[in-house]
Every structure is written in C-alpha cells, then in structure tokens.
Nanobody
C-alpha cells in the first residue's frame, strides 16, 4: 500500500521560506513520478513541481526560480524548498505519486493516483 505523508507547512511572512517534506512508503520511490501540488481555497489543484522516474525536473511557471524540488532516496523523501513566498502561495500543499509516462502530464493532478493528506502553508503580507 502506497502512503505519502507531508510535513513542514506553517505560517510565514511574505519574502520568507519554507521547506516541505513528503515521505513515501510502499516501494514506489524512484520507480514512480512524484510531484507537489497546491490548492488554494476556491481554486483547482495546481501542479507546482515534479520529478519523473528518470530524475527529470519540471516546474510550473508560477514557481520557477523560487521553488526547488529534491529527493533523498535513503529516506524515501521528496522535498520542496520554497523561497520568496508571497500571499498568492497560500494554500494546502500536497505531494502525489504515480507512474506518469507523458511529459505533458507531470503537473496534471489527474495523472496521479496516490496522494498525501496535505500540509497548510499560509503567507501573510
């Protein structure tokens, strides 16, 4: 059974930084694509950053240059380092995993089957 647990969310002021963590269990780490998504109140879930089975990184334009995704295979963990946060970054952040074969689907929520419970990020101005 695949399980994902996110942590690291919190409240920060604009311009601040946070690092989110996602620990994966179920033997899929390294074999499946993994991604970070964000959902703000009243909005659709938005793909932010992904790493595929080959280690290829993909970023949404909205976070490119500010967010960095990385992983630690010794801990089955995926991280999202977020810098220069703005109030528009506020939302629930989720990590997800699945075997995504299409490059164009790496940041599409429907391409992922397994999801964590989310961690809240609140950025105040």
């Amino acid at each position: 059974q695949v399980q994902l647990v996110e942590s690291g969310g919190g409240s920060v002021q604009a311009g601040g930084s946070l690092r989110l963590s996602c620990v994966v269990s179920g033997s899929t780490y390294g074999r499946y694509s993994m991604a970070w998504f964000r959902q703000a109140p009243g909005k659709e879930r938005e793909g932010l950053a992904a790493v595929d089975q080959a280690g290829t990184l993909t970023y949404a334009d909205s976070v490119k240059g500010r967010f960095t995704v990385s992983g630690d295979s010794t801990k089955n963990a995926l991280y999202l380092r977020m810098n220069a946060l703005t109030p528009e970054d506020t939302g629930m952040y989720y990590c997800a995993t699945h075997y995504v074969t299409s490059a164009g689907s790496r940041l599409i929520a429907a391409a992922y089957t397994y999801w964590g419970q989310g961690t809240q990020v609140t950025v105040s101005s």
